[in-house]
């Protein structure tokens, strides 16, 4: 049987970057994957070009049962020393928008950055092949990988979350956990489209259309775009809204940010033969569906005040009542996923299972939108990576 200091599970993000570190600091590795190539998620993440950091990084832009318990491994792997990374790959990079990284090549540079960052720690990379057993006996971790058995001290959960499933992803992550008695946080979708029907279903004409507004629920909010598509919202402001929105629940969206209160008292004044639909700053179709709802026809001058305030009220908080989201099909995140309440966030160990190590997405720490979650991924990594 073969014997390794540590067995890593998944060569994504988080895998891939624990495997490279551990193996630098002399650490014979093996990182097992049952997809064929490592780092796909890496590869279609950011359009392609990977945002795969972003400068903006706090604890909390991160959501978890626990808000505390991320601090420590953001606050000893940044996005600045991920930066420095990239650079010493001499990787070109750009700053988009809102601090989020990306690439200005290719995604496939941090995927072949990480793979080098292995081979330069010697980490056996086993792909394609299935996790067949797990095992843990006399303080060792056997895994059964394809036709071979493989033994360590330590194993390292870097499986990911269930989202995107045509990309290999997979819950093993949570079962695994629940097998050595670690909680699992109810997994969901998150950064996902919302679903509008019933009533909301009248605005799935206008797919295609998008406008800057703001996305609340509850105390969240995000200004960013939404886009009407046919089958409900999406948009980054609704992705980001969706993280935080459960099943049942209403989001409200504030379609006019900008407009200062009484703003359609005051249009009433100063344009009064024009429609409510011509007075909102808004793409003309959107304007007119929401007109339209408002049910109030004709020229503002014909309008009461006391509607145009209620109008204006209405538009600053739009209810919807979305009936689902699109799923782990869509997902490109899950919130929830391995209690942190049973993981020590010094170096990501199993408080009860000496050598049992969860890190990346698989754990319960989601990050917003916006190269968040690579940003997690590298750093509950680099705690992981320190302790092995
Ligand atoms: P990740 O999913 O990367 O890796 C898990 C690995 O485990 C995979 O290689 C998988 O094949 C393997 N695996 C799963 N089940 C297994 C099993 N049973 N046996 C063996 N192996 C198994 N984030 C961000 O910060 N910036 C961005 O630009 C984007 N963009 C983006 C786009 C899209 C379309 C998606 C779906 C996601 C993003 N993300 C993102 C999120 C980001 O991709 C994600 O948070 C990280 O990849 C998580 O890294 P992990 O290593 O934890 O899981």
Redesign the pocket.
């Known amino acids: 049987m073969a014997e390794y200091d540590a067995i890593i599970?998944?060569?994504?993000?988080?895998?891939?970057f624990c495997a490279g570190l551990a193996g630098q600091r002399g650490r014979r590795v093996l990182l097992?994957?049952?997809?064929d190539a490592?780092?796909?998620?890496?590869l279609?993440?950011?359009?392609g070009?990977?945002?795969?950091?972003?400068t903006g990084t706090a604890p909390d832009r991160f959501l978890s049962a626990s808000p505390h318990f991320a601090k420590s491994a953001l606050a000893r792997y940044s996005p600045a020393d991920f930066i420095a990374l990239v650079e010493a790959y001499g990787i070109a990079w750009h700053e988009k928008t809102l601090g989020?990284l990306?690439c200005d090549g290719s995604a496939r540079q941090i995927v072949a950055m990480l793979l080098d960052e292995c081979a330069k720690g010697g980490v056996e990379i086993a792909l394609g092949?299935?996790?067949a057993a797990v095992d843990h006996a006399d303080g060792r971790f056997r895994v059964t990988v394809g036709a071979r058995t493989v033994s360590a001290p330590a194993l390292v959960i870097?499986?990911?979350?269930p989202?995107?499933p045509k990309?290999?992803?997979?819950g093993?992550?949570y079962d695994c956990a629940r097998r050595f008695g670690l909680k699992v946080a109810e997994p969901r979708p998150a950064?996902v489209p919302l679903v509008l029907t019933g009533d909301d279903l009248l605005f799935r004409e206008l797919a295609g259309v998008a406008a800057e507004v703001v996305a609340h629920h509850g105390k969240a909010a995000f200004r960013e775009a939404a886009l009407f598509t046919h089958r409900g919202l999406s948009g980054p402001a609704i992705l980001q809204i969706s993280s935080y929105w459960r099943p049942g629940a209403e989001i409200a969206i504030d379609f006019l940010p900008d407009a200062a209160p009484g703003w359609l008292k005051q249009a009433k004044r100063a344009q009064p033969r024009a429609t409510l639909a011509k007075t909102l700053a808004l793409p003309g179709r959107l304007a007119e569906a929401l007109a339209d709802r408002l049910a109030l026809p004709g020229e503002l001058a014909n309008l009461p005040d006391a509607k145009l305030a209620a109008s204006e009220a209405a538009l600053s908080r739009w209810r919807f009542h979305p009936s689902g989201s699109e799923g782990f099909a869509k997902?490109?995140?899950t919130v929830g996923g391995i209690s942190t309440a049973d993981l020590s966030s010094q170096t990501m160990a199993a408080r009860r299972v000496p050598g049992l190590y969860a890190?990346?997405?698989?754990v319960d720490v989601t990050?917003w939108?916006?190269?968040?979650?690579?940003?997690?991924?590298w750093a509950s990594?680099a705690a992981c990576a320190a302790a092995l």
């Open positions: 599970l998944g060569a994504g993000a988080a895998g891939l097992v994957d049952h997809a490592a780092g796909k998620k890496i279609i993440s950011g359009g070009r990977c945002n795969f950091t972003n989020q990306f092949q299935p996790i870097a499986t990911g979350g989202s995107i990309l290999g992803a997979t093993f992550a950064l997902a490109e995140v890190i990346g997405e698989c990050g939108l916006g190269g968040y979650n690579f940003q997690w991924a990594a």
